[in-house]
């Protein structure tokens, strides 16, 4: 039997599609499989409820049975949070939860993927880390993490450490090609004589994204421009808060980027058309633009969004969307099964060479 935890070095690391895409490989190979995210950190409020979206998802592309109460027994929540401060919920009574849950949707599974939180040390509050979730479990731990700079070999070292001897290995995702080489020759034999072991390199691959229509229905947004391709793919945003010279150096340095600014906000607007890595503009405060600058996207065939909310609501949102929409989606599972089998030895991995 073998359980793997997924966690992050840090939010967005494409964790969540890498853990249901792990669980979708093992059942390819013929494996009895079970998810579960013992912990959901990224809550939202639907029909009443509180739940995380991607047990949800995993639900959906696995085809489990299980309850959705099942595959997330604990919610961390703010609710949740403040009554764990105020010593309402405590930390044995939500650990009994999971493994009540366990029991319940993993007992008799060849493969179980936990899914972990955003960051390893969220869940302190009620002793449930990922490491502390892991010992719970009796798990392995295989460390998902970005790579662009030496410095990033730091956090790695720092979230090994906090693992400890469940550590399966490193998983790095949405490498660089450029990085990609320095990572290979000299940071993993660097981290293999740390005793921390790599499990393979997922290079970045442009159709792993949230589209730009995908982000105009998720915040609710007015299409401005018409004939335009809403199909390209927004892998960061930039907020165009500063001068339009200062903000256009920024922009020129991006790419596949969505910039959110005001509405009112005209010389930034311009400013972003002018760089090619901007995919999409988002105008918030429901100011619509200038007949010039609605021209000027027309032209470069920039799609421009009108929401109502505010820029700091705006920002949020898309946040969200960009750190956990990515996975919202069974095509972009698939998408991640894919590379992971051409790039990490699944097998030896599951325990099932």
């Known amino acids: 039997m073998t359980r793997l935890l997924v966690a992050s070095t840090a939010d967005g690391t494409g964790k969540t599609a890498i853990a249901i895409a792990l669980a979708k490989l093992a059942s390819e190979r013929g494996a009895t499989v079970s998810y579960m995210k013992p912990k959901g950190t990224s809550p939202e409020s639907t029909v009443g409820k509180t739940r995380d979206q991607d047990p949800a998802l995993a639900r959906e592309v696995l085809d489990l049975d299980a309850e959705m109460h099942e595959l997330e027994p604990v919610v961390y929540s703010p609710t949740l949070v403040r009554e764990a401060i105020r010593g309402r919920e405590k930390p044995t009574q939500l650990r009994e939860r999971i493994t009540d849950a366990v029991d319940e949707v993993a007992a008799d599974a060849d493969v179980t993927i936990f899914e972990g939180g955003d960051r390893l040390a969220t869940g302190g509050i009620v002793e449930l880390t990922d490491p502390e979730v892991a010992a719970l479990l009796d798990a392995e731990v295989v460390l998902v993490s970005h790579y662009s700079e030496p410095r990033d070999v730091d956090s790695i070292l720092e979230a090994a450490g906090a693992v400890g001897d469940r550590l399966a290995g ?165 998408r991640m099964a894919t590379v992971l089998e051409r790039n990490v030895d699944i097998g030896t991995l599951l325990d099932m060479s």
């Open 170 to 334: 490193v998983l790095y995702n949405d490498v660089s090609a450029p990085a990609i080489e320095e990572l290979t020759d000299d940071v993993m034999p660097f981290l293999d004589g740390r005793g921390i072991d790599s499990l393979g390199t997922v290079p970045h691959d442009e159709s792993i994204g949230i589209t730009v229509g995908e982000l105009a229905d998720s915040l609710g947004a007015e299409l401005l421009t018409g004939g335009v391709d809403t199909d390209r793919r927004i892998e960061r945003f930039r907020v165009g808060a500063t001068s339009a010279n200062t903000a256009l150096t920024a922009f020129r340095r991006t790419r596949s980027a969505a910039v959110i600014t005001g509405g009112d906000r005209p010389e930034m607007q311009t400013a972003a058309l002018e760089a090619s890595g901007v995919v999409c503009l988002v105008l918030t405060g429901g100011y619509r633009p200038s007949n010039a600058v609605l021209g000027r996207a027309s032209d470069e065939a920039v799609p421009v969004l009108l929401v109502e909310g505010e820029t700091r609501t705006t920002i949020d949102r898309t946040e969200r969307l960009l750190r956990s929409g990515r996975t919202q989606h069974p095509e972009t599972v698939e």
